[in-house]
């Protein structure tokens, strides 16, 4: 089937929708690729037989104060990805105005699950909580065999933020949402067990190279996470500071959104 979108190619787009002046290529490029990867969740999958391979990453953008980590997100994941999903936590009403905005750019949630996105300061035991709350039941699966669905994009500006270097648990944690489990169950201090089906974590953090290492996990290289992290380091000289940032064109914002969300259905 034919495909129409604005862009042959969306990440290229992306790229070059932020200003070179002020962000690094790799840090554009591959924030592109986690909004990709954000919208994607587990509707997509590379077949390995016993396993699948799903597109959630755990991408860092490692650089030195002035290398406009955060600013680098900012088009494809905070303006672009978040603007195609659906809130956590809000009101019957807010989700029945947002779905009836989104139906306009073609989600059918009768049959679809929503993006869900979070951004920034987020406990551990929280971050569970909302992916167990983010769980979709595909009513197209057979009843004695339901597919679940928790994939969610995680947005963290400061790795610090959400790790530290004694929580183990976190660790763990993380290593079974990038493997994208069919089923996990955790036990927290502040309220029952969570169980999240059809887990899968997409993240992309910002750091400078000394946050990455003092607070990641001691034994993290052991349990595996490292090996699981992108670590996309820029080392080049930290960009000048501006009054003003230039506004990303609203044309091609919107075209970037349109066609987003033609990759996410």
Same mark, same amino acid.
């Given at each position: 089937m034919a495909v129409n /979108?604005?862009?042959?190619?969306?990440?290229?787009a992306c790229e070059n929708g932020t200003d070179p002046k002020s962000t690094p290529l790799l840090f554009r490029r591959w924030a592109a690729i986690s909004a990709v990867a954000g919208a994607l969740g587990r509707r997509s999958w590379y077949d390995f037989g016993t396993f699948r391979c799903y597109p959630n990453m755990y991408i860092g953008l490692i650089g030195p104060s002035g290398s406009n980590k955060s600013l680098s997100m900012r088009l494809p994941l905070v303006i672009l990805l978040d603007s195609l999903a659906l809130p956590l936590g809000i009101s019957k009403e807010e989700a029945g105005a947002r779905q009836a905005s989104l139906a @306009?750019? $073609?989600f059918d949630f009768s049959d679809t699950k929503p993006i869900r996105v979070l951004q920034d300061k987020i406990t551990p035991e929280k971050l569970l909580v909302d992916m167990e709350s983010a769980t979709y039941m595909d009513p197209n699966s057979p009843i004695d065999n339901p597919i679940f669905d928790s994939s969610v994009s995680l947005i963290t500006s400061e790795f610090g933020v959400l790790m530290s270097r004694e929580n183990s648990n976190l660790q763990a944690w993380l290593t079974d949402f990038w @493997?994208?489990? @069919?089923?996990v169950s955790? /036990?927290?201090? &502040? $309220?029952?067990?969570?169980?999240i089906r059809g887990a899968a974590l997409n993240w992309i953090f910002g750091s400078v190279p000394e946050s990455f290492? &003092?607070?990641?996990?001691k034994d993290a290289t052991e349990q595996g996470l490292t090996s699981r992290i992108i670590a996309v380091h820029y080392d080049g000289p930290p960009f000048a500071k501006k009054k003003k940032y230039p506004m990303v064109d609203e044309k091609l914002q919107e075209q970037l959104r349109k066609d987003l969300a033609d990759i996410a259905q």
């Amino acid at each position: 089937m034919a495909v129409n /979108r604005y862009f042959p190619d969306w990440i290229e787009a992306c790229e070059n929708g932020t200003d070179p002046k002020s962000t690094p290529l790799l840090f554009r490029r591959w924030a592109a690729i986690s909004a990709v990867a954000g919208a994607l969740g587990r509707r997509s999958w590379y077949d390995f037989g016993t396993f699948r391979c799903y597109p959630n990453m755990y991408i860092g953008l490692i650089g030195p104060s002035g290398s406009n980590k955060s600013l680098s997100m900012r088009l494809p994941l905070v303006i672009l990805l978040d603007s195609l999903a659906l809130p956590l936590g809000i009101s019957k009403e807010e989700a029945g105005a947002r779905q009836a905005s989104l139906a @306009d750019m $073609g989600f059918d949630f009768s049959d679809t699950k929503p993006i869900r996105v979070l951004q920034d300061k987020i406990t551990p035991e929280k971050l569970l909580v909302d992916m167990e709350s983010a769980t979709y039941m595909d009513p197209n699966s057979p009843i004695d065999n339901p597919i679940f669905d928790s994939s969610v994009s995680l947005i963290t500006s400061e790795f610090g933020v959400l790790m530290s270097r004694e929580n183990s648990n976190l660790q763990a944690w993380l290593t079974d949402f990038w @493997d994208a489990k @069919d089923k996990v169950s955790y /036990r927290i201090k &502040t $309220g029952p067990s969570q169980l999240i089906r059809g887990a899968a974590l997409n993240w992309i953090f910002g750091s400078v190279p000394e946050s990455f290492v &003092t607070n990641m996990p001691k034994d993290a290289t052991e349990q595996g996470l490292t090996s699981r992290i992108i670590a996309v380091h820029y080392d080049g000289p930290p960009f000048a500071k501006k009054k003003k940032y230039p506004m990303v064109d609203e044309k091609l914002q919107e075209q970037l959104r349109k066609d987003l969300a033609d990759i996410a259905q």
